[in-house]
């Protein structure tokens, strides 16, 4: 078989993959001139490493080039096909290198966070005693996904998405390649057409030349030319959507990003991460959850309305449905963002669960106590409580409510925002009252 053949039955991703160091795009952080990596590639001296990215940033291929470049062993696994059996086949083949030729093994395991805590275990004794240099790649944080011990045997490397011109100088190669791309193609393609083709590859590589393959399919013949046009590329995108992953690390990115522009008060920046997660095929009514509990923690008692409306908002989605109850949900997630900020609920909240676990089952005082039975009214149950509504002001001043051990304490401390501005002056009133009441 020709090599012209073989390209035949190779995706063009496969065939454009960098062969070496100097062909990889992006990542700059870690490969540039003087940083650790590249040093460390520089001086022929690799350590154990997990590479951290989202899909398309070239993890795998960035694996295989360090390989060649110590003149190692490359050997392969991935963690959703394989289990512990595999991985002592692979560690017999590190041995067995190593025994005959002197040769280093690279030992490179796809999804990693895909195995367990006994599988990752399996590793160690080996990346322990130089018999593999282990090189990881995840697209989930390692922190959560892989093991303290693994780690700590580990440098780990994060792995950015590739901006719109690295994606760009991908493209431009793979149409202008006459041995591994499409130059005998002699394509003929605008550059605002790149742009978007660019752009919908959403900072994944494969995805950019996965879809300029597709596209080169469909391209028309013009006058003995070869076309891409912009409607054939439209077509070709058409229905792609960002790079989300349910429940991943972009997910919680995500989310972590609309809440914390909620409680930042920028309603601008609300929408766009809401219309992001709603265009990654988020569950809106996850989202609609989640508006409501930014209503109740960082808006609170400043602005009650607020609970009220995210609330009406999830009920109008479930009335609705999508795509017009999206927007109820966008009402929401603006009308939160705008309005006055309080968190004291919801650190009162965490002050009083705190107390209550850490004293135990403290007695409740018996002015305080129900007594529906004349054996609990003899038992004092009740007495001396005073009717607050019997009171003036319907404040009876001076009154303790908390368990006797514990003594009094204060949880909520309104912040001088929005309607706490008033419901802070009140308490003021009221524990001045408190104060005459002693004297």
Known sequence: MTQTDQNTFRPLADRMRPIALDEIVGQSHILGEDKPLRKALEAHSIHSMVFWGPPGTGKT??????????NAQFLSIS????GVKDIRAAIDQAKFARSQNDKATVLFVDEVHRFNKSQQDAFLPYVEDGTVTFIGATTENPSFELNNALLSRARV???KALQTNDIRTLLDRAIGDQQRGLGSLRLEVDASVLDMLAQAADGDGRRSLNLLEIAADLAQQQENRLVLTEEVVKDVITGGVRRFD????AFYDQISALHKAVRGSSPDAALYWLARMIDGGCDLDYLARRIVRMASEDIGNADPRALQLAISAWDTYDRLGSPEGELALAQAVTYLACAAKSNAVYTAFNKALSDAKNHGSLE?????RNAPTKLMKELDYGKNYRYAHDEPEAYAAGEHYFPDELGERTYYEPVPRGLELKIAEKLAHLRDLDKKQAK
């Open 61 to 70: 291929t960035l694996a295989r080039i360090i390989a060649q470049h110590v």
């Open 79 to 82: 963690a959703v096909l394989c």
């Open 157 to 159: 490397y994060v792995l």
């Open 246 to 249: 349910k429940g991943g690390e």
């Open 364 to 368: 409740v005082p018996l002015h305080l």
